[in-house]
Nanobody, 122 residues
Framework: QVQLIESGGGLVQAGGSLRLSCAAS????????MGWFRQAPGKERDFVAA????????WYADSVKGRFTISRDNAKNTVYLELNSLKPDDAAVYYC???????????????WGQGTQVTVSS
């Protein structure tokens, strides 16, 4: 079992930055691929970014490449998402998720956090 708790969301102006954190419980955290997804009102949950067990491989949605950075600290059981150059379209509830393996861009993850709200004002 892995429990995930996101934090760091908030209100930011367009062009601003935020850093989201996802703290995981369980000693098996390093064995999981970690992903970030987001869901805006009335829309599907979309893939944002993912990171491999070691942190050596990362994946990003085209819409966030060059603006968002995913990282992890296995000693702290935490994965991060740095959001820069935020746009109003980035506003959503952001979720972190964990999966041992598979297609990192689908929503077929085993564990999910409760989400953290990101609001971007124009």
């Amino acid at each position: 079992q892995v429990q995930l708790i996101e934090s760091g969301g908030g209100l930011v102006q367009a062009g601003g930055s935020l850093r989201l954190s996802c703290a995981a419980s369980g000693r098996t955290f390093p064995r999981y691929i970690m992903g970030w997804f987001r869901q805006a009102p009335g829309k599907e949950r979309d893939f944002v970014a993912a990171i491999s067990w070691s942190g050596g491989i990362t994946w990003y949605a085209d819409s966030v490449k060059g603006r968002f950075t995913i990282s992890r600290d296995n000693a702290k059981n935490t994965v991060y998402l740095e959001l820069n150059s935020l746009k109003p379209d980035d506003a959503a509830v952001y979720y972190c998720a964990a999966v041992p393996k598979g297609d990192v861009s689908t929503t077929l993850y085993d564990y999910w956090g409760q989400g953290t709200q990101v609001t971007v004002s124009s």
